[in-house]
């Protein structure tokens, strides 16, 4: 690919798929986390002029994927080679892109979000997902995971959630496994939440 190439010249999926062969699920954890980040910005409300997704958002999703990603090389790749995103705001405290065709972006999103959507095996397992508030459940964890020792009240906490929460935890994760190409996100992030209960469980 040829660098500052023009997103309209070729399908964005045509993009997308070439991005993938040379950068792998990497590429694609990167690419899905900033859709995710910028979606995220959008839910609170976090509007702003300066672009679409920030880098402190897109590590935040990429942590909510599984984390391990380097995101810096991909979303240069992104830019320059590909033209899918267009750095907007450099300070030495923020970074900001913006989707170079955003409207296609999202469809591309909606299309792997959105695979099985009429199957009502599926909508059970999105319910499912929903009510355990896997989001709410990973933040705390993540907040007490970055303390070095816990507080007996802490402790409790933790004791509580793995003996009223972390088998609902488990089961959720063992049902969508079975879709793993609808729930990509989401196993990373039940699978995060077990590993930080098994982390903190030697704090206690």
Known sequence: MSENINVTSIGVQELIDDFFARYGEKGRAV???AVEAMIEIQRRNEYTRLGDFDYKTLKEMLERLGGGVNPTNYLRALEREYGIVNQTYRSTRQQWWSFANKEAILSWYERQVGK???DPVVK???VKYRVLKPEEKLSRLEALSRKPSLSLV???EIMDFVFNELDKVLLVLNEIKKYGDVFRNEVNVLSRIIDLA???SSKI
Request: proline share 0%.
């Open 124 to 126: 059970v397992l999105v």
């Open 154 to 156: 802490e402790q409790k």
């Open 198 to 200: 098994y982390q903190l």
């Open 116 to 118: 099985h959507s009429d």
């Open 31 to 33: 690419l899905l986390a």
